[in-house]
């Protein structure tokens, strides 16, 4: 509780024009504590199959194949985690999928629960969702269908947050950050997310299909057209393609799904030892299909050729490759998650989305004695708002939404520096820049170029500033004639000029240097 309302302190006094930042999110567990909202509805009436029976169901007591041409309608929940106290009003998402080869799982899951609670500390808001189950491991192409019910499971969670945020807005998230992942089947299905985005990359099997039924196949069914990616489930006037994905032992259908270096960025974890998503690529459940007569599932492709085939089109990507973890690459013990799980989802979904881009400082590093008071800026529009520190001198009238500060330097500090921390709008922490200042009355100015130009041309000069009145101003000699020119309708003071051959400067008129010495 102490560091919640040290977060929400801090935070009220960025927005109060105090200088304190606010704490980091995403790189560390910065809440404590979480809230879970339990079985919320996102998917009412989807077109279930029913178990087909038989005799490895029998002994397995898991339903391995399907009657796709008999449905039931089913509702579909998630459980929500939010940051408990927290004031962020538009926080990325990332909803996880469970495994369990579309044939078992629950989104009660203990690692995927712990997952989304571990992840709700750094500050993102996390559901684990139910999906459609029902897998047919006898039948290639139906087994396909199994995967696309699943793809638009998740993506009808997508468009119930994108639904929430553009009407009631009850869990403050922002509909361009929506992530999904999971493990397993759970990472096809996030995968097939990102990847599978167009009508005509959907599997001929998940359109009207005729599937064999009684006794050998002796007569056909007619199995239905599951319909488009977003034509299952709510809100369908929303996409439910998310923004990025991460993927704990999954796969794709094909790497050609992977078409533009614009596709979704991607986070993958994968152990080369796992044998039941192939790391590479062939079939799932590789280890026991040899002992199941009938079994025939299609060929798929692991992490290892998703990653190659990210890096051909310039996806950005993250490959996390073990040798010893199996299939469950991120559970460590029956209680635990590995301890790089969390910290490599989060660091990657806050490096590469939420972290504001580098910026810099322009102003004065040599300031004269005589002008203390001076105003530096930096990049606008690339951050919500600015964390200044100083050394050696005061902030003056300091607003951290704006992208300038103006600092009174000292004239007796032994050491002056300017520190700027920039924040997105999702409080992610950017990368700090400094400047150190100097103060003196009187420094040497000396143009380095050997081509004309202005004074004011940023890197021409030494100093990337005016003259000031206490500037020796040098301007060495040259091979061929350069003349440097200060700006129009400006006068200009500075303590002594020294000309070497070849070189002139020049003042445009109506213009007027004045030498103080």
């Known amino acids: 509780m102490k560091k919640i309302l040290l977060y929400l302190v801090l935070t009220l006094n960025i927005f109060e024009g105090k200088a304190q930042p606010p704490m980091n999110r995403y790189t560390a567990a910065l809440f404590p504590n979480v809230t879970e909202t339990t079985n919320v509805l996102f998917s009412t009436n989807v077109p279930q199959p029913v178990p087909g029976g038989g005799f490895y169901e029998g002994i397995t007591g898991y339903p391995l194949n399907v009657n796709e041409y008999e449905t039931t309608n089913v509702n579909l929940y998630m459980n929500i985690f939010r940051p408990t106290g ?16 579309f044939i078992t799982g629950s989104k009660d899951h203990w690692s995927i629960r712990l997952l989304a609670q571990e992840l709700a500390k750094r500050g993102f808001v996390t559901a684990v969702i139910d999906y459609r ?10 087994s396909m269908r199994a995967v696309y019910r699943g793809i638009q499971d998740g993506r009808s969670a997508v468009r119930f947050f994108k639904a929430d945020a553009a009407g009631a807005n009850i869990y403050k998230v922002d509909p361009d950050q929506i992530y999904i992942g999971g493990h397993s089947a759970g990472a096809f299905i996030a995968t097939h997310n990102a990847y599978l985005n167009l009508e005509s990359e959907r599997p001929a099997s998940t359109y009207a299909w005729t599937q064999s039924c009684g006794f050998l196949g002796w007569y056909t069914c007619n199995c239905p057209n599951l319909g488009c990616l977003d034509c299952a489930g709510n809100n369908q006037s929303q996409s439910g393609h998310a923004k990025a994905v991460f993927s704990l032992a999954g796969a794709l259908g094909f790497t050609t799904y992977m078409q533009t270096a614009n596709d979704p960025i991607i986070s993958m974890f994968h152990s080369q030892d796992d044998d039941t998503v192939p790391y590479n690529s062939g079939q799932p459940f590789g280890s026991v299909s040899g002992f199941i007569v009938g079994f025939d599932l299609p060929i798929v492709y692991g992490s290892l050729p998703m990653s190659q085939r990210a890096a051909f089109l310039g996806i950005p990507y993250q490959f996390n490759s073990y040798t010893n973890r199996g299939h469950s690459v991120h559970e460590e013990t029956s209680s635990t998650l590995y301890p790089d799980i969390v910290p490599g989802i989060s660091n990657w979904f806050f490096t590469k989305l939420l972290k504001p881009a580098a910026h810099t400082i322009s102003g004065k590093i040599n300031v ?7 105003t530096y800026t930096t990049q606008s529009g690339l951050a919500k708002y600015y964390h200044w520190e100083v050394t050696g001198g005061t902030l003056v009238n300091y607003n951290p939404s704006l992208n300038y500060v103006t600092v009174n330097w000292s004239n007796t500090a032994t050491s002056r520096s300017l520190k700027l921390t920039p924040y997105s709008k999702w409080d992610g922490k950017g990368d700090q820049v400094t400047i150190n200042v100097n103060v003196a009355d009187s420094f040497t100015n000396t143009w380095t170029a050997s081509t004309s130009g202005q004074w004011t041309e940023t890197g021409k000069w030494s100093l990337a500033m005016v003259p000031e009145p206490c500037h020796h101003v040098a301007i060495p000699a040259q091979i061929s004639p350069v003349e440097v020119t200060l700006q129009s309708s400006q006068t200009y003071q500075i303590k002594s000029l020294t000309l070497g051959n070849n070189a002139k400067l020049t003042v445009k008129q109506p213009g007027n240097l004045i030498l103080q010495n």
């Open 86 to 101: 927290d004031t962020l009003s538009k926080r990325p998402v990332a909803i996880i999928c469970f495994g369990g080869g």
């Open 133 to 142: 189950l029902g897998m047919n491991i006898f039948d290639e192409a139906l």
């Open 368 to 374: 004269c004695s005589s002008a203390l008071t001076q």
